[in-house]
């Protein structure tokens, strides 16, 4: 029997790799491989070498052509890194076979938000939700050497035959870990539910600080409402809802609640888990939208930003968009 939620095993150096088929497409790849690298570094893993992988088409079975694919292991190979991390979307199968060919570790960018949200969460309720987002990620995935739930079987690629069976056992146990998970879930958020509607009692107006992740959100609740919720220069540092109320200047009250940052190619599935936590948003009267003018990506951060929203069918509500960073 072996634990679902069980911590991966450490890998130190990366090799990082971005796959672009347009020349238009460059520029956004050089800043997103940037952010991994940065997301990466977060989990403790140190990045020693990268590549922007320039391609006209790309092929099922690796995503890369086989040239390509010996180029960037001998590279991996050679910087001695124990894990291949794509800034691209790799398929189940494409990521089985990557790890097959390097012998090693093979993650995509979604796993490595999935983890970093792991490393941050702080109540029961992010734990869960960031759980149930690994464990659907996992699910198609189990015939990895490297998942999550496959390592404590000593690492290996599973054998077939014995395997199959093993691996029909394992979707199993993870199903049933995602229902049990979920109806957990259930539970916490109607009580926090409860505790909000006990608050919204009080009629006082609401507002929901929304933005990319780093921007400033809970710096600006700080000042605004004269509390010392955590800050830090690093991708995520929120992620939970927190409520602080403040005197407007007409001496009428205003509760804001501060919320997980969004960066670009978020996992559809962390939305959808983060969609319970994010409803904060949904009931305020209105959102700030926090944004950070000396990224130098600051449109495209903007966008992401009304792009979740959107796909969270927050649409017609009233927003104030704060530039932040100024200086
Ligand atoms: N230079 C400068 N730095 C700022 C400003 N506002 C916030 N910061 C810094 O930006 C970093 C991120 O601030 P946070 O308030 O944690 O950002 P956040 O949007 O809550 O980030 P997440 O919770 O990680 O999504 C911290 O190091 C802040 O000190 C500003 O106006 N100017
Ligand atoms: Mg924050």
Redesign the pocket.
């Known amino acids: 029997m072996f634990e679902v939620s069980e911590k991966p095993r450490r890998v130190e150096r990366a090799f990082l790799v971005s796959v672009v088929r347009h020349k238009e497409e460059e520029a956004r790849a050089v800043s997103l491989l940037e952010e991994l690298k940065e997301l990466v570094e977060n989990l403790g893993i140190e990045v020693i070498g990268s590549i922007l992988a320039r391609v006209r088409k790309t092929y099922p079975k690796f995503l890369l052509g086989k040239g390509k694919v010996q180029e960037i292991l001998e590279l991996a190979q050679a910087a001695d890194c124990d894990v291949i991390v794509f800034d691209n979307e790799l398929t189940p199968g494409q990521q089985r076979n990557w790890e097959k060919e390097s012998k090693g570790a093979v993650i995509d960018r979604h796993e490595v938000i999935i983890d970093v949200f792991a490393d941050?969460a702080q109540t029961r309720e992010a734990v869960l939700q960031v759980e149930l987002a690994r464990l659907e990620y996992s699910l198609p995935r189990l015939r990895r050497a490297w998942t999550h739930l496959g390592r404590q079987r000593g690492g290996g690629v599973t054998q077939r035959g014995e395997g199959e069976a093993q691996l029909e056992l394992d979707q199993r146990m993870v199903r049933d870990k995602i229902a049990s998970t979920k109806r957990e879930l259930v539970q916490v958020i109607r009580q926090r539910t409860v505790s909000r509607k006990r608050r919204r009692r009080v009629p006082v107006p609401t507002a929901s600080?929304v933005?990319?992740?780093?921007?400033?959100?809970?710096?600006?609740?700080?000042k605004l409402t004269g509390s010392d919720i955590?800050?830090?220069?690093?991708?995520?540092?929120?992620?939970d809802p927190t409520s602080r109320k403040m005197n407007l200047p007409s001496g009428r009250g205003l509760v804001l609640t501060?919320?997980?940052?969004?960066v670009r190619n978020l996992p559809h599935r962390l939305v959808d888990a983060f969609k319970a936590t994010l409803e904060e948003a949904l009931v305020a009267d209105f959102l700030i939208h926090?944004v950070?003018l000396?990224s130098g990506e600051t449109v495209d951060q903007m966008e992401t930003t009304l792009e979740v929203l959107d796909e969270l069918g927050i649409v017609e509500k009233k927003i104030i968009t704060v530039f932040?960073?100024?200086?």
Do not use: C, E, H
Request: glycine letters at 8%; charged letters at 20%.
């Open positions: 941050r600080i933005g990319y992740t780093n921007a400033g959100k809970s710096t600006l609740l700080n955590y800050v830090a220069d690093k991708l995520f540092a929120t992620l501060d919320t997980v940052g969004f926090v950070d000396s932040n960073k100024v200086d």
